[in-house]
């Protein structure tokens, strides 16, 4: 989806927050596509869009539940921020996609960072994803 219309993203927003929409950005990105909406209310969102993918609605849906459970985990067990979700819909009734509303989490996505660094910048960078990466393997495993 590399549109939607102001009606369409107040009609998602209204779903879950009762003020009205201030202003909202489209990002297109490789396997989703961002809508950044701010309201009223002060609250900032992030509509993640489906683009890619099998056409089944199912998988996108099961995608969207599986990122928001890992989020949770990881909320729990670290000191790291992660956008709470807050709704997701396959219905495709509001727009022909499968969609997640999700908290705004402040910071920017870490390849566009890394791509624009300098080499000793990088390695520097490189470092702190490890420690991060370091930080979700430490989370203790659920007992089956």
Known sequence: MDRITEAQ????MGQ?????????TLQVDNYNTH?????????DYVIRISRKGWPQTDWK???????????????THTDMATPQT???DASLSVI???????????GTVFRKIFDRSEE???I?????????AAKIHAIPLPQM
């Open 120 to 122: 000793e910048d990088q």
């Open 35 to 43: 809508c950044f909406v701010s309201m009223q209310s002060g609250q």
């Open 96 to 106: 022909n996609a499968v969609y997640a509303i999700q908290a705004r989490v402040p």
């Open 9 to 12: 993203v107040g009609a998602i």
């Open 124 to 132: 520097e960078l490189l470092r702190l994803f490890g420690a991060t």
């Open 86 to 88: 807050y709704f997701i």
């Open 61 to 75: 849906l099961y995608k969207f539940m599986r990122e928001c459970a890992a989020a949770e985990v990881i909320a």
């Open 16 to 24: 879950i927050d009762g003020s009205s929409v201030v202003s909202y």
